[in-house]
């Protein structure tokens, strides 16, 4: 079987770039393919209103699970309320609309044991021809791309009680800290159910899981909450990084188009890979598709140009991570969530102005500055090679 395009891997980005295509440009013979016995593993994403556009917000509206208005931080010196608005989608619904919409153009429980510009190989031996083939099954190490951490583990309570919270608080750092920047963030799906994350930006290993286990049950515990059961558990580990070598990270691609988190297309400090993915189905959608040497051209010039984008992001995460002690991480983020709105917004998007730049940067900073200046200056992952 020929196809005009092959999708491996039915994750967040393969998985909207699918839906996308079946919408706009029906006439393709499509194949998305994925290992598990449905799209979209077991996932929570999430996006500010700011971060797309009024028409991919009503695209992928179909998806969302629970909008709010606004949302709040708390640190130990500052509690505040964003008035953005924030949305939420998870797993199943993205199973439960994306599957059918993409019929016989999707193949779950298949197992791809390697993939080609120009074809897939199956475990099974069978091998699917493809005009263009695209690899999104999740982040790969790189030589090319030094990272941080964000591990976490979150459970979708139910509650014996009404939980009280109206908004989705997405940081209370006043926390214990320990061997990074910890914070837990929430979302309340109804009036008893919430999804409560145990976050930690580290620079190693992750706590193991029944410790983030134990961390939630010590916050639940705080707010005075009963847990009836817990409906759902996710866990993982999410890209920061610290430094990229662009044209580096290409070549190991060596003309293979990938997507999503295998094409690094993420925020570099919040690891938010929605609005990335939603913006590649749509460039998508415009392009010819006519070979994957044509498209992997076209797809570095817009991995370059998020690259470039993404500079001062990974600059500031050199500073988290590089420039101050591990415990001391929230005092960063505290000040960081005093700025302006506008800035902050902004900020989320990943559209931060040269001025937004230098109001982060400026004033009494709360790292030191000459450790400040050293994590600035190694840019590239050839600095932490020569100076690990």
């Known amino acids: 079987m020929h196809y005009d395009l092959i999708l491996a891997g039915g994750g967040l980005a393969n998985g909207l770039i699918a839906w996308r295509l079946s919408q706009v440009r029906p006439e393709l013979n499509i194949l998305c393919l994925e290992q598990a016995d449905r799209l979209g593993g077991n996932h929570t994403w999430s996006f500010h209103d700011a971060d797309?556009?009024?028409?991919?917000?009503?695209?992928?509206?179909?998806?969302?699970?629970?909008?709010?208005?606004?949302?709040?931080?708390?640190?130990?010196?500052?509690?505040?309320?964003?008035?953005?608005?924030?949305?939420?989608?998870?797993?199943?619904?993205?199973?439960?609309?994306?599957?059918?919409?993409?019929?016989?153009?999707?193949?779950?429980?298949?197992?791809?044991?390697?993939?080609?510009?120009?074809?897939?190989?199956?475990a099974s031996g069978e091998r699917l021809q493809g005009r263009v083939v695209i690899d999104g099954r999740g982040a790969r190490p790189s030589a090319h791309r030094v990272l941080g951490h964000q591990a976490f583990l979150g459970q979708v309570l139910r509650l014996q009680h009404p939980h009280g919270l109206q908004l989705p608080?997405?940081?209370?750092?006043?926390?214990?800290?320990?061997?990074?920047?910890?914070f837990v963030y929430l979302l309340p799906f109804s009036d008893?159910?919430?999804?409560?994350?145990?976050?930690?930006?580290?620079?190693?290993?992750?706590?193991?899981?029944?410790?983030?286990?134990?961390?939630?049950?010590?916050?639940?515990?705080?707010?005075?909450?009963?847990?009836?059961?817990?409906?759902?558990?996710e866990q993982g580990v999410l890209p920061i990084t610290l430094a990229e070598d662009v044209e580096g990270v290409l070549r190991e691609a060596n003309?293979?188009?990938?997507?999503?988190?295998r094409a690094g297309l993420f925020h570099?400090?919040?690891g938010y890979s929605l609005p990335d993915a939603v913006r590649?189905?749509?460039?998508?959608?415009?392009?010819?598709?006519?070979?994957?040497?044509?498209?992997?051209?076209?797809?570095?010039?817009?991995?370059?140009?998020?690259?470039?984008?993404?500079r001062f992001y990974r600059l500031l995460n050199r500073m988290l991570f590089l420039a101050g002690r591990a415990q001391d991480r929230w005092g960063v983020l505290q000040r960081f969530h005093g700025l302006s709105e506008p800035l902050i917004a902004r900020f989320y998007a990943g559209r931060s102005t040269w001025r937004d730049q230098l109001r982060i940067l400026s004033g009494k900073?709360?790292?030191?500055?000459?450790?400040?200046?050293?994590?600035?200056?190694r840019h590239s992952p050839r600095h932490f090679k020569d100076n690990p």
């Open 280 to 310: 590649l189905a749509y460039w998508l959608a415009t392009q010819p598709l006519e070979n994957s040497e044509q498209l992997a051209k076209a797809l570095g010039a817009y991995l370059r140009a998020h690259g470039r984008r993404q």
């Open 52 to 122: 797309l556009s009024l028409a991919q917000q009503r695209w992928i509206e179909p998806l969302v699970v629970k909008r709010w208005p606004a949302y709040r931080v708390h640190f130990p010196a500052l509690s505040r309320t964003f008035a953005c608005g924030y949305a939420s989608l998870d797993s199943d619904r993205f199973a439960e609309v994306i599957a059918p919409a993409l019929g016989a153009r999707l193949r779950t429980a298949c197992e791809v044991a390697s993939v080609h510009p120009d074809h897939v190989q199956l």
């Open 169 to 182: 608080v997405l940081m209370d750092a006043r926390v214990i800290q320990g061997e990074g920047y910890r």
């Open 365 to 377: 900073p709360p790292v030191p500055v000459a450790a400040a200046i050293r994590a600035a200056l």
């Open 255 to 261: 003309g293979q188009p990938c997507a999503g988190l």
């Open 192 to 233: 008893d159910t919430v999804l409560i994350e145990d976050t930690h930006y580290v620079d190693g290993a992750p706590p193991d899981a029944d410790t983030l286990r134990g961390h939630i049950a010590e916050y639940v515990r705080a707010q005075g909450w009963s847990i009836a059961a817990c409906l759902r558990e």
């Open 268 to 270: 570099s400090t919040t």
